[in-house]
């Protein structure tokens, strides 16, 4: 059974930093692509960023610059430093993990949330 558990969430002010953890287990496979996506009250779930186990990455536009995805393989663990936080950065934040085992299999954590003041 694959687990992601997140950490890190909170309450800040603008232009505060956060950075949020999320570790992946129970999987016999490596993933392939981990990442983060966020959803607001009353809106769609959409892409922060994402990394695959090669390094490469893809950003929303609004987190450009801000937000920096890393991933440390070894311990199958999504890391997202969050700078200069936004009040419409306040969302609850999901880990996101895939695998490709005959097919593309898609996990999600629980969702942590962020909450940023004006």
């Known amino acids: 059974q694959v687990q992601l558990v997140e950490s890190g969430g909170g309450l800040v002010q603008a232009g505060e930093s956060l950075r949020l953890s999320c570790a992946a287990s129970?999987?016999?496979?490596?993933?392939?692509?981990m990442g983060w996506y966020r959803q607001a009250p009353g809106m769609q779930r959409e892409l922060v960023a994402v990394?695959?186990?090669?390094?490469?990455?893809n950003y929303g536009d609004s987190v450009k610059g801000r937000f920096t995805i890393s991933r440390d393989n070894a311990k199958n663990t999504v890391y997202l430093q969050m700078n200069s936080l936004k009040p419409e950065d306040t969302a609850v934040y999901y880990c996101?993990?895939?695998?490709?085992?005959?097919?593309?299999?898609?996990?999600w954590g629980q969702g942590t949330q962020v909450t940023v003041s004006s």
């Open positions: 129970g999987s016999m496979h490596s993933f392939n692509t």
């Open positions: 990394i695959t186990d090669g390094g490469n990455t």
């Open positions: 996101y993990a895939e695998t490709t085992v005959w097919r593309v299999w898609t996990y």
